[in-house]
């Protein structure tokens, strides 16, 4: 079994912040990403609201710039998966499930989240290719296209108010006629002469080859189906934070599977913090991830410190 200060786990921007911090505080840091660690921007081409760079970058090349900042300055990353922690109090035992053991004095969850998709066929392969579940991450490449939004909360109407700002028709697709979203927003989104709504309806299939070509809809009162032609596709029927492995364990978590956190990071259980997505109940962004990873780092390495 090895030992170290510190255990992140996952090594999306969150734990790369984390990690950043913990080691610069001299706290011997271990940071387990999976086989191919760096999260949820892994999926995305080009980022365009990450500060510090001029232009457009990757997501693969922001995380493997992280990854190489994180190695330079000590922290190990390393390769286990579905990483679970085992005890409720400091040092705790952490297992990989290639059965690599771990003792560490302090546990930073960084486990993200992932998008809930609609399952209709066609938005697997067209993800990135049109389907987006992030708004405000591609929202800009559709400047001029018309475009559909899918959901009935907040996120939705926001969404298709922040693309009717540079999108001619942004169509609302929700599955009921009531909506989750707040009463103001409802207001704007009804004011806005270019969002258009489609209600009682469920996208049934996703149309195009390279790229999105229309969405067929269904209403689920008639049954009849509309093809709608459109450019791009938004789901925002929420997010599943990535903490079911957590359910049963002793730190606490939201109705909705969130990782329950105070202002420094810290769980119900002393010496576990958490960060990014998997905490995060709305602006699941790279740069708030860094900035909740960064807190985490800095309250992580304080227990550390203070335990020695
Ligand atoms: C397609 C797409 C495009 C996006 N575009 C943008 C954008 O343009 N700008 C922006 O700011 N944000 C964007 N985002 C959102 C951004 O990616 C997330 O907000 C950010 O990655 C969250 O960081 P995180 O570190 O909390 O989690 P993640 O990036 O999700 O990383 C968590 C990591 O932990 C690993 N993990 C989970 N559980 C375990 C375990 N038990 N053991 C070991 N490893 C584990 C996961 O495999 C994952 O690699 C986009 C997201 C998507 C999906």
């Known amino acids: 079994m090895r030992e170290t200060d510190l255990m992140i786990i996952g090594a999306g921007p969150a734990g790369c912040s984390a990690a950043i911090y913990a080691v610069r505080s001299g706290v011997k840091t ?15 081409n080009d980022l ?26 000590g922290v190990e990353i390393l390769t286990d998966e579905n990483v679970k922690i085992e005890g409720e109090q400091s040092p705790f035992l952490l297992t990989a499930s ?13 486990a993200g989240a992932s998008a809930r998709w609609l399952g209709a066929p066609g938005e697997e392969k067209l993800k990135g290719h049109g389907v987006s579940a992030c708004a405000t991450c591609d929202g800009f490449f559709f400047r001029g296209k018309e475009v559909v939004v899918v959901g009935g909360g907040n996120t939705a109407f926001e969404d298709a108010l922040f ?44 149309l195009g080859e390279e ?7 269904r209403n689920v009162q008639t049954q009849e189906k509309t093809t709608l032609p459109c450019d791009g596709i938004f789901v925002a029927v929420g997010a599943v934070p990535q903490t079911a492995w957590l359910k049963g364990s002793a730190v606490e978590l939201t109705e909705s599977g969130l990782i329950k956190v105070d202002t420094h990071q810290r769980t ?37 410190n203070l335990h020695r």
């Open 98 to 110: 290639n059965g690599e053991q771990y003792k560490a004095a302090a546990v930073i969850i960084a």
């Open 30 to 44: 271990l940071m387990a990403g999976g086989a191919m660690p760096g999260g949820q921007l892994l999926q995305t």
């Open 48 to 73: 365009e609201n990450y500060a510090g760079f001029e232009n457009p970058v990757g997501g693969f090349e922001l995380m493997s710039a992280m990854h190489k900042q994180c190695k330079r300055l």
């Open 163 to 206: 693309l009717s700002q540079f999108c001619p028709k942004v169509t609302l697709v929700h599955r009921r006629e009531g909506f989750r979203a707040d009463a103001v927003t409802i207001e704007k989104v009804k004011n806005t002469p270019n969002i258009f709504m489609m209600l009682n309806c469920v996208v049934e299939e996703v």
């Open 211 to 217: 790229k999105v070509t229309a969405a067929v809809l």
């Open 268 to 304: 119900n259980i002393d010496g576990i913090f958490a960060a990014g997505d998997c905490t995060e109940p709305e602006f699941r962004q790279a740069i708030v991830a860094a900035d909740s990873g960064a807190k985490a780092g800095i309250a992580a390495a304080s227990f550390v």
